[in-house]
Structures are given as C-alpha cells and as structure tokens.
C-alpha cells in the first residue's frame, strides 16, 4: 500500500518469540481497522507524528513515544505528517509473513508515491491464515483526515 518496511529481526531468529519491523508510510496509505488474535503490538515512533486508535482511544504519538497495542483490541493509525517512521515490535512473531506475502521487495529505500491498489481479497484471505480480521466498516466511524 505504498509503505516501506523493513524486517530486522523475524521470528526465525528468536525461535518464535517475537519480531522487529521498521516502517515509514505516508498519509493516505494506513490499513483500515483490524485485530491480531496472535500478537500483541508495540509501535516506538522515530519520526513524524502517528494518531493511533486502539478500540475507543485516540493516541496521539511524538518522536521517542510508543504505545501499546493488545492483542483482541481493533485497531489502526493515522499518518499525521508527509511521513513518519516507526518501530513495530511483535510478539510472538510470525505476523511479519503478512507483509512479505501481500507486499513486494522495495525497488528504492523511500515511501511510493503513486502505489498499485493492494489486492485487498488476497491480504484478506492472507490475515485470515494469519488470525488477522479486519473490521472496514469501522474506518467510517472517526478517522479524521488529519
């Protein structure tokens, strides 16, 4: 969805327990509302500002602050500023096989600016393998444009 996202540590490597990714995303190209059944989310924001909406909480974040995501708990983001770069670390890991099985090895280190429209019946399909769900509907509930 025109994100750039780099695995650093996967679930290979720490025999199952947890994974580290690093993504930079801009506005526009956030994913809507969903739940992991499996992981339990931590994003540590490194640059730009994020809005975080973890079930009926709005989460403000700032460079140096992380929040919190449960597993069971809906939840997106919303990209505040002309990007942003954030750590994800997952636990357990396994979930970064959804982004290596819906996205596509970047061509340059940098944010798309003009993305393909993702195949949303295939990251569907893929999150539902995965214990992800994916709740749309609620995206016309309170996601401000900024």
Do not use: C
């Not at 996967?10 to 969903?34: K, Q």
């Not at 970047?106 to 539902?128: C, I, K, W, Y």
């Amino acid at each position: 969805m025109g994100s750039l996202m780099t695995v650093h540590v996967d679930s290979a490597a720490t025999n199952g327990s947890s994974a580290l990714i690093e993504m930079t995303g801009a506005p526009g190209f956030e994913p809507p509302f969903h739940s992991h059944k499996n992981e339990d989310e931590l994003f540590y924001l490194m640059e730009g500002s994020l809005k975080v909406f973890r079930g009926e909480e709005e989460l403000t974040l700032k460079p140096g602050e992380s929040r919190f995501l449960p597993r069971g708990i809906p939840h997106t983001f919303k990209i505040l500023s002309p990007t942003a770069r954030w750590l994800v670390y997952m636990t357990p890991g396994g979930f970064e096989e959804f982004f290596r099985a819906v996205g596509r090895p970047a061509q340059r280190l940098e944010v798309e600016q003009n993305p393909t429209s993702p195949d949303f019946g295939h990251m569907v399909a893929t999150g539902e393998r995965l214990g992800l769900t994916f709740f749309p509907e609620m995206a016309k509930l309170r996601l401000p444009s900024r």
